[in-house]
């Protein structure tokens, strides 16, 4: 039985997302976006372009996964990095 690749539900969003990041640099609300498209594709069993251009832009970046999380820890820790959008509610699905 061949593995089938799954389409995310929330793929088209966090294309567009990506594509902003991979054109943009790391700001507090880029990275904190980066680490959670990170976490949320993490293990998927699709989206392999997705997956392919997260690591894309932490090469970018000059960072791996765990200076990321780390540096989005300390992001999160002063709580302000989605306070300053338009966004209400944290998208973590």
Do not use: C
Not at 27 to 48: H, Q, S
Request: glycine share 4%; aromatic share 8%; hydrophobic share 30%.
């Amino acid at each position: 039985m061949k593995n089938q690749e799954q389409q995310h539900p929330l793929y088209k969003g966090d294309r567009e997302i990506l594509d902003k990041l991979l054109q943009n640099d790391p700001t507090d609300y880029n990275m904190a976006e980066l680490a959670r498209l990170k976490i949320r594709y993490r293990g998927f069993p699709g989206a392999k372009d997705i997956q392919s251009d997260l690591e894309k832009v932490l090469q970018k970046w000059q960072m791996d996964e765990e200076q990321l999380f780390a540096t989005t820890r300390q992001i999160h820790a002063k709580g302000l990095v989605y306070k300053t959008r338009d966004n209400d509610s944290e998208d973590w699905a």
